[in-house]
């Protein structure tokens, strides 16, 4: 059983920067590979970012790469997502979840454990 708690949310203009953490509890952090997801109300969840277990290994979706890094700090069990270049349509619930080792690494049904999201909306 993991437990999941993100935070970091809120509202930022277009262009503005946001850090999202996801804490985690439970089983072995640091043998877990991580991910973040997003959704909009009235559109399906969506892939944003991985990162394996150790950091070493980072995916993201195209439309946040270059703007968005995920990271992680086994030692608070925690991982992150650094958001940059806000844009509109960023806006949505962020969610992260646990890999359940399974591919493709961009479909939710591959994830396990889900925090419960934190908001984010970008305003223009």
């Known amino acids: 059983q993991v437990q999941l708690v993100e935070s970091g949310g809120g509202l930022v203009q277009a262009g503005g920067s946001l850090r999202l953490s996801c804490a985690a509890s439970g089983r072995t952090f640091g043998s877990l590979s991580m991910g973040w997801f997003r959704q909009s109300p009235g559109k399906e969840r969506e892939f944003v970012a991985q990162i394996s277990w150790s950091g070493s290994s980072t995916y993201y979706a195209d439309s946040v790469k270059g703007r968005f890094t995920i990271s992680r700090d086994n030692a608070k069990n925690t991982v992150y997502l650094q958001m940059n270049s806000l844009k509109p349509e960023d806006t949505a619930v962020y969610y992260c979840?646990?890999?359940?080792?399974?591919?493709?690494?961009?479909?939710?049904?591959?994830?396990?454990?889900w925090g419960q999201g934190t908001q984010v909306t970008v305003s223009s």
């Open positions: 979840a646990t890999w359940r080792m399974r591919l493709p690494v961009t479909a939710s049904d591959n994830y396990d454990y």
